[in-house]
């Protein structure tokens, strides 16, 4: 892939300030008596990407599908580019990999990628660059039924920047793929996202999702649960504090800031307050006879908000019917 190093997400533009890309109001589908989609509202802007998080069966892949205008969706609105989800000139403006991507095994990744351009009307020399761009430009002479599982992911990839679109849909782009790999792939989406492309990336890799989107949102039961910046998310910090006796402390700690904001986890407390407060904390445990074995600040990961929000919603059980 080409490693040239993009801006970091958000530090020189404001994504927000343009005209959305993809917007979904109030989406939903139902299929009998399961609702997979519950009125999701939704935005994604050129120059950002977005992390399109949740459990399996909670709804991810049925909203995706929805804003290609795969199926219809029971109710709400989508626009794409402007346009209805599904109408075709929206449609030639977008690059999309839902699932995992099939490809012609005893083809070579390029034919694969020359038999799609082919069908959509693209010129071939658009081939050799897309392959250059997820780092498959000295294995595409191969069959794809050699290829790993990453390979075939990049060679989706790839297949989804044929047109270069101006809207990437990705789902679990990064699926199979090595360390080395994911880190290619994570600076090919921030520059995609830096040349001012709208990129929506549904992950199951969070730590992926936290260091390459803008945004999240966070899908649970068919909900939209969480619709933040990471930013945002990261900034929910607080302090850990190590001290004996750790019930001296928590009850100190309690009786300053409120047991609202003090729980305790092994040997461990947790604080959430300004990390500025630390020199307040450890002084206001001291003079209380209560030896401080360490304060340091903590930040909250978006692993510790996805498990939070999938606890508090009941995780994927969606039961009989479940879809994603």
């Known amino acids: 892939m080409n490693t040239q190093t993009p801006p970091t997400p958000g530090s020189s533009r404001s994504p927000e300030s343009h005209p959305a890309a993809i917007a979904a109001s109030h989406l939903t589908k139902q299929y009998g008596r399961t609702l997979a989609v519950d009125s999701v509202t939704l935005s994604v802007h050129p120059g950002e990407v977005y992390g399109f998080l949740g459990p399996n069966g909670a709804g991810k892949t049925t909203t995706l599908r929805m804003l290609l205008g795969l199926i219809r969706p029971t109710a709400g609105r989508v626009r794409v580019l402007g346009r209805p989800a599904g109408d075709p ?95 290619d792939m994570r600076r090919l989406l921030t520059a995609l996202a830096a040349s001012g492309k709208a990129v929506l990336l549904s992950s199951h890799q969070l730590g992926e999702v936290e260091h390459v989107c803008h945004r999240i949102g966070m899908i649970v039961q068919g909900r939209l649960t969480v619709d933040t910046t990471v930013a945002e998310v990261k900034g929910a910090e607080g302090l850990v504090v190590r001290a004996t006796p750790l019930s001296s402390a928590v009850r100190c700690l ?54 939070a929000q999938t606890t508090r919603q009941g995780g994927n059980s969606r039961g009989k019917g479940d879809v994603r």
Do not use: C
């Open 254 to 307: 309690a009786d300053r800031y409120g047991a609202g904001r003090v729980s305790s986890s092994g040997d461990v407390i947790e604080l959430s307050v300004d990390p500025e407060q630390s020199v307040v904390v450890n002084r206001l445990l001291l003079d209380e006879g209560i030896e401080v074995h360490g304060v340091w600040t903590r930040e909250r990961t978006l692993e510790e908000l996805f498990l």
């Open 89 to 183: 000139e929206a449609l030639a403006r977008i690059g999309a990999m839902v699932e995992s991507p099939a490809f012609y095994p005893y083809l070579s990744g390029y034919d694969n990628l020359v038999v799609i351009a082919r069908h959509a009307r693209l010129p071939r020399l658009r081939v050799g660059p897309a392959l250059e761009a997820v780092g498959l430009d000295q294995r595409g002479g191969d069959r794809v039924s050699v290829y790993s599982l990453g390979m075939r992911q990049r060679l989706g990839v790839a297949a989804a920047l044929l047109k270069d679109p101006e809207i990437l849909i990705l789902d679990e782009p990064t699926n199979g793929l090595d360390p080395v790999g994911m880190a």
